[in-house]
């Protein structure tokens, strides 16, 4: 199911690139601010075009070309991209807003590994970007939206999203080794998935041979040596999700070792069980996803439920605002 996330960007690439709020007891700030002075700034990198929006430079990796396009057509393909595109309309344009801070977020923090790109289509980096999928339900989604963004005390926030949470969202310092300090605006949440998710996000089994776990334990930077006797799950987070697996006794950071396994093989941390048996490992587990921020399984069910695409947000990121830069 390409069409949503891995997450994050292969751990600091790929690891830096749901839902009821729970008994909160902070306010929740999510009005909309107009131009807000509490607005951060249009990256400085990014030129204004004739149409009056920010201009990307944008790497297709499939196409191997550069592209130039506006903000909101990027916002397009990547909505199309990450979610289909006949989900409920409030599901829609909770993620335009999370794409359009994310790709404010790379262009004002980060450079992309493609030369002369602002940003590129490759999810090991980026967002998922599927132009061809993008239909009225999209446009409307984005033109709906048009230059909102979410804004925390004057900055871009993590945009965050996974496909499934499996009932809670984690902690990026649980569920994504992220070195940055967990920010306040993001919170272990209740999420209540929707019933048309796929089995396989709800619920999981995958086997892999030992040489393949010892290979992503070494790969994770810690070497077995020899044959693997145990696997057992270390520390969790709130939500249950693995921060560390301990394979034959040496600690293996959980995050990590998902990544180099295969994560859409090993579909979540929040895993059940491991067992050692006949030379294989099997996990079990809950979820689609590294579990941080919106759960879109979530948001497709609070959208079914009536909410809007901004208390879709507040819900996975109580404290931002909801700003529009142009």
């Given at each position: 199911?390409?069409?949503?996330?891995?997450?994050?960007?292969?751990?600091?690439?790929?690891?830096?690139?749901?839902?009821?709020?729970?008994?909160?007891?902070?306010?929740?700030?999510?009005?909309?601010?107009?131009?807000?002075?509490?607005?951060?700034?249009?990256?400085?990198?990014?030129?204004?075009?004739?149409?009056?929006?920010?201009?990307?430079?944008?790497?297709?990796?499939?196409?191997?070309?550069?592209?130039?396009?506006?903000?909101?057509?990027?916002?397009?393909?990547?909505?199309?991209?990450?979610?289909?595109?006949?989900?409920?309309?409030?599901?829609?344009?909770?993620?335009?807003?999370?794409?359009?801070?994310?790709?404010?977020?790379?262009?004002?923090?980060?450079?992309?590994?493609?030369?002369?790109?602002?940003?590129?289509?490759?999810?090991?980096?980026?967002?998922?970007?599927?132009?061809?999928?993008?239909?009225?339900?999209?446009?409307?989604?984005?033109?709906?939206?048009?230059?909102?963004?979410?804004?925390?005390?004057?900055?871009?926030?993590?945009?965050?999203?996974?496909?499934?949470?499996?009932?809670?969202?984690?902690?990026?310092?649980?569920?994504?080794?992220?070195?940055?300090?967990?920010?306040?605006?993001?919170?272990?949440?209740?999420?209540?998935?929707?019933?048309?998710?796929?089995?396989?996000?709800?619920?999981?089994?995958a086997t892999f041979t030992a040489e393949?776990?010892?290979?992503?334990?070494?790969?994770?930077?810690?070497?077995?040596?020899?044959?693997?006797?145990?696997?057992?799950?270390?520390?969790?987070?709130?939500?249950?999700?693995?921060?560390?697996?301990?394979?034959?006794?040496?600690?293996?950071?959980?995050?990590?070792?998902?990544?180099?396994?295969?994560?859409?093989?090993?579909?979540?941390?929040?895993?059940?069980?491991?067992?050692?048996?006949?030379?294989?490992?099997?996990?079990?587990?809950?979820?689609?996803?590294?579990?941080?921020?919106?759960?879109?399984?979530?948001?497709?069910?609070?959208?079914?439920?009536?909410?809007?695409?901004?208390?879709?947000?507040?819900?996975?990121?109580?404290?931002?605002?909801?700003?529009?830069?142009?």
């Amino acid at each position: 199911m390409r069409k949503i996330a891995l997450t994050a960007a292969l751990l600091a690439a790929a690891l830096l690139l749901s839902g009821c709020m729970g008994d909160r007891k902070e306010p929740v700030s999510w009005q909309l601010n107009n131009k807000s002075a509490n607005a951060p700034k249009i990256p400085e990198s990014l030129a204004i075009g004739e149409n009056g929006l920010p201009m990307l430079s944008v790497y297709d990796a499939a196409a191997k070309e550069l592209t130039d396009m506006d903000v909101e057509k990027y916002v397009s393909g990547v909505v199309a991209g990450e979610m289909k595109n006949d989900w409920p309309e409030e599901a829609l344009k909770a993620q335009a807003i999370l794409a359009r801070t994310f790709v404010m977020k790379f262009c004002a923090d980060k450079k992309s590994k493609y030369e002369g790109a602002d940003i590129s289509t490759d999810v090991s980096e980026a967002q998922a970007y599927a132009a061809k999928s993008v239909n009225k339900r999209v446009e409307d989604a984005v033109s709906e939206t048009r230059g909102q963004v979410m804004a925390y005390q004057g900055e871009f926030p993590n945009a965050w999203f996974h496909a499934h949470s499996g009932g809670m969202t984690e902690l990026p310092s649980v569920a994504l080794e992220y070195k940055g300090g967990d920010p306040a605006y993001l919170k272990p949440t209740e999420s209540a998935e929707s019933d048309k998710a796929p089995d396989n996000a709800k619920a999981w089994t995958a086997t892999f041979t030992a040489e393949q776990v010892a290979k992503a334990c070494a790969d994770a930077g810690v070497k077995i040596g020899g044959e693997i006797r145990s696997v057992e799950i270390g520390e969790k987070g709130e939500s249950g999700r693995a921060k560390a697996l301990v394979v034959n006794g040496e600690r293996v950071s959980a995050p990590s070792f998902r990544i180099q396994i295969g994560a859409n093989k090993l579909r979540s941390t929040l895993i059940d069980s491991a067992a050692v048996e006949d030379g294989k490992v099997t996990f079990t587990g809950r979820g689609f996803g590294h579990g941080v921020g919106l759960s879109q399984w979530g948001a497709y069910q609070l959208a079914e439920d009536g909410k809007s695409a901004r208390e879709i947000i507040a819900t996975y990121f109580p404290g931002v605002e909801i700003v529009e830069l142009w």
